[in-house]
Nanobody
Framework: QVQLVESGGGLVQAGGSLRLSCAAS????????MGWYRQAPGKQRELVAA???????NYADSVKGRFTISRDNAKNSVYLQMNSLKPEDTAVYYC?????????WGQGTQVTVSS
């Protein structure tokens, strides 16, 4: 069973930055993609950013130019650098690891951006 543990969330003022980390209990090489999702109160969970095993990335339009996803295979970790944060970025952020037959979720980390 794969475990994903997120960290790095917190409270930040608008315009500030945070870096989220997701540590996997095993190698990342078994996953075809890793992603960050978020869910705000009363809203559906949405994809924020994803990175494939070949290091291709894609981003939600709302975060392009502000967020950067990266991975460190040696540390079995994926990161989300979030800059120029806005109040609308407030949500619980979840890490996801995709396989060919399904995937795994982390427990989530809260990000709160004050105006």
């Amino acid at each position: 069973q794969v475990q994903l543990v997120e960290s790095g969330g917190g409270l930040v003022q608008a315009g500030g930055s945070l870096r989220l980390s997701c540590a996997a209990s095993g190698s990342l090489f078994g996953f075809n993609a890793m992603g960050w999702y978020r869910q705000a109160p009363g809203k559906q969970r949405e994809l924020v950013a994803a990175i494939t095993s070949g290091d291709s990335t894609n981003y939600a339009d709302s975060v392009k130019g502000r967020f950067t996803i990266s991975r460190d295979n040696a540390k079995n970790s994926v990161y989300l650098q979030m800059n120029s944060l806005k109040p609308e970025d407030t949500a619980v952020y979840y890490c996801r690891a995709n396989t060919d037959v399904g995937g795994y979720w982390g427990q989530g980390t809260q990000v709160t951006v004050s105006s």
